[in-house]
């Protein structure tokens, strides 16, 4: 298949997110390499047979991931005339070999001194000032260069909101630090750049990462593509329908959006056009597709871990939380899919353009045994993420040596050339799982400033602030909430954006829900700021994975992301439905049947609700039939509501299940006897 002439495009922004701007010598490449399987084989070793005291680990972590960025990305990254020192890109300055050394050696300190800094914990003395404060504005420009200045500039502000804060005026007034306070919490303890947030990046995520560059290296991007066509290219729009698989498949082990569409969008991207779907369309849905990607269990873009530790429950209960919205989300995505081709006569594939089920199965099988080995660990030896990943990549170690010997045996017969291919596979996918990580481990980090300086004591007044702006009301609290994820976000990685509102609005909304006697649990408010964090991807007009889906479609990025944020409007609507009704998260449901009964029913609501937004069912909608979906879908996701208002026991609410079906099977009914009369009239005519 021939990729579209501008593909590169695509490749230059995730190189860009993982911050692959330079175009090294030689010499520089094996710097960095070495750099990058170092960090990969120290977090293995952690992972799987090395003990070594967690804040050590998560300074080392942050001295690998800061030592490559200032190696990996200049300064500025557009070329400029008049600061051409500062965008170099065709080697490494001699400036940033020391930001490198400088940014590794100060967060090292911690491991370099560790006993005496702990000795005289909260009196630091000048040595101990001048690395803090020199951590600090190397780790904020750290981030700047691989995230964008969002994040810096909101931790600086954080900053000085604490050095300042005497002298606001009363309503923002606070009673401020001092410099040893402020660097004692951010840079020489486990309350801000050590924190919770690098901790997780550093004994988990990066291991996620990790499969997840291996798998794609190997080639397992591919295999769930050609899979997902081979089902579904057949039927109405299967070129859509593929990429929302391929996607939701890739994004178990991803994590990233961007990442996703590079992988997938090459492929089904020009088979969507191909059919019919017009280029701005076909890229939506690829970004919404592989936006939803980070919804999906085990990794959710990092958040998945964090937020366990934030709520204090072990990691299955959030994977087990996460399950139905995510599902829910995607199988809304596919409802998308098949109405769109419905408007617009669009059929499947032709039968040339469909992989064999059989032999792509054949070819790639072995690709589901690491992801098989993963989900077992997890679910049912209930093993940590850290060993569940760390066995799993071990197993595709082996896989990657047997693919490649199978394939020198079949072509050629030399087995020293295939060992030798596996063994570079693995050497890149290191590398590539280090590059990848820099972004998460940094914006962990510097996320860290914030939640430090919020546990100083600013997180109160700013909990003020927020609840005075939504005057109690907890509706009015959600939405301020969802606007402000999605403008940070618009500047900030998912992860970053999530750890961000998680600690500014998240008590404030359990908190006001139980002032109005709405119970919100904690783990519903999480989910709920990373859900609208995960929207910001393709929020215009800074919205990245529409300008990698538009690079491959041939579109305009601006109306891509507005007709993918279109397309996700089905997240927020699940955002909100949880938040109200707990039980689409299974908290303290442990019955599969009622699991079951629970997901059954919000397929379904799901499926009205998009009726209704797309304004399509079986024919273009009447008027009078949208107050029918709108019903049906309330029913089927919130039946406590209508239990409430119809004075009903609570515990008798999913009786409602047959009347919110029969209120969507009635106007089904309607469209279709409609279809039926018109066309009966054509004939006759």
């Known amino acids: 298949m021939t990729l579209p002439r501008n593909h590169k495009s695509a490749e230059e922004i995730f190189k860009a997110e993982a911050g692959e701007v330079r175009n090294l010598q030689r010499h520089e490449v094996y710097i960095v390499g070495t750099i990058a399987v170092s960090w990969a084989l120290f977090q293995l070793a952690i992972a799987g047979f090395f003990v070594l005291d967690s804040t050590k680990v998560r300074a080392i972590h942050l001295a690998f991931g800061m030592a490559l960025l200032f190696l990996l990305n200049p300064c500025i990254r ?115 750049i050590y924190g919770v947030p690098l901790a997780v990046s550093a004994s988990i995520v990066y291991l996620f990462v990790l499969l997840g560059a291996l798998l794609d290296k190997a080639g397992a991007g591919r295999f769930f593509t050609n899979l997902a066509l081979s089902v579904l290219g057949k039927y109405k729009g299967g070129a859509a329908k593929s990429a929302v698989a391929s996607s939701g498949a890739t994004g178990l082990v991803s994590g990233s959006s961007i990442a996703n569409i590079v992988t997938t969008g090459p492929f089904t991207i020009p088979l969507m056009k191909k059919i019919g779907y017009p280029p701005k369309k076909a890229a939506a849905i690829e970004v919404a597709s592989s936006t939803d990607g980070q919804l999906m269990p085990p990794i959710m873009g990092a958040a998945a871990f964090i937020i366990a530790e934030y709520v204090n429950v072990p990691y299955i209960e959030v994977v087990k939380a996460a399950a139905i919205p995510a599902f829910v989300s995607y199988f809304g995505l596919f409802c998308i899919t098949h109405l769109e081709a419905s408007k617009l006569g669009i059929k499947g594939l032709p039968k040339e353009d469909i992989p064999s089920f059989t032999g792509t199965l054949k070819s790639g099988i072995h690709y589901l045994f690491p992801i098989g080995m993963l989900l077992y660990e997890l679910v049912v030896l209930r093993h ?109 990685p998912t992860t970053a954006t999530y750890i961000v509102m998680a600690s500014l609005t998240v008590p404030i909304i359990v908190e006001v829900g139980s002032l109005y006697n709405f119970v919100i649990p904690v783990m519903a408010a999480h989910l709920y700021c990373f859900y609208f964090g995960i929207l910001a991807d393709d929020t215009p007009p800074v919205g990245l994975a529409a300008y990698a889906a538009s690079a491959i479609a041939e579109s305009d990025p601006i109306p891509t992301g507005i007709q993918g944020f279109l397309y996700d409007i089905r997240t927020s609507v699940i955002a909100f439905m949880f938040i109200f009704n707990p039980d689409l998260l299974l908290l303290d449901i442990n019955s599969w049947t009622h699991a079951l009964l629970i997901f059954g029913m919000a397929l379904v609501g799901i499926s009205a609700f998009e009726n209704f937004a797309q304004d399509w069912c079986l024919t273009r909608n009447r008027w009078y039939e949208i107050p029918f979906f709108l019903t049906a879908s309330f029913i089927l996701f919130h039946p406590g509501a209508i239990a409430g208002f119809l004075h009903m026991d609570p515990s008798m609410k999913y009786y409602l299940f047959p009347p919110g079906l029969f209120i969507y099977a009635l106007v089904i009914f309607m469209q279709k006897m409609r279809i039926r009369t018109g066309s009966q009239t054509t004939s006759v005519t």
Do not use: W
């Open 78 to 192: 557009r070329p400029t005339k008049l600061l051409s020192f500062f965008s170099i890109r065709n080697r490494i300055p001699v400036i940033d070999y020391i930001m490198a050394a400088a940014g590794a050696l100060c967060a090292l300190y911690l491991v370099l001194d560790y006993e005496g800094i702990a000795m005289r914990a909260g009196v630091p003395i000048m040595r101990d000032l001048i690395v803090g404060v020199v951590l600090v504005v190397l780790l904020l420009e750290a981030a700047r260069r691989i995230i964008g200045p969002a994040l810096s500039i909101i931790a600086v502000l954080f900053t000085v909101y604490a050095f300042l804060g005497p002298h606001m005026p009363d309503l923002f007034a606070f009673k401020g630090v001092s410099l040893r306070k402020y660097l004692s919490n951010i840079s020489l303890s486990t309350e801000g």
């Open 384 to 492: 940590s993420p850290e060993l569940a990943a760390f066995r799993s990549i071990i197993v595709l170690f082996f896989i990657i040596f047997y693919q490649e010997i199978r394939k020198a045996v079949v072509e050629s017969g030399q087995v020293g050339s295939a060992m030798i291919s596996a063994c570079r596979i693995i050497m890149e996918g290191l590398i590539k799982g280090s590059k990848n990580m820099m972004s998460v481990a940094l914006a962990c980090a510097a996320a860290g400033i914030i939640v430090g300086v919020v546990n100083m004591g600013i997180g109160g007044m700013v909990s003020n602030i927020v609840e005075n702006l939504s005057a109690g009301n907890i509706y009015l609290l959600l939405i301020i909430t969802a606007l402000a994820s999605l403008l940070i976000g618009m500047g900030l």
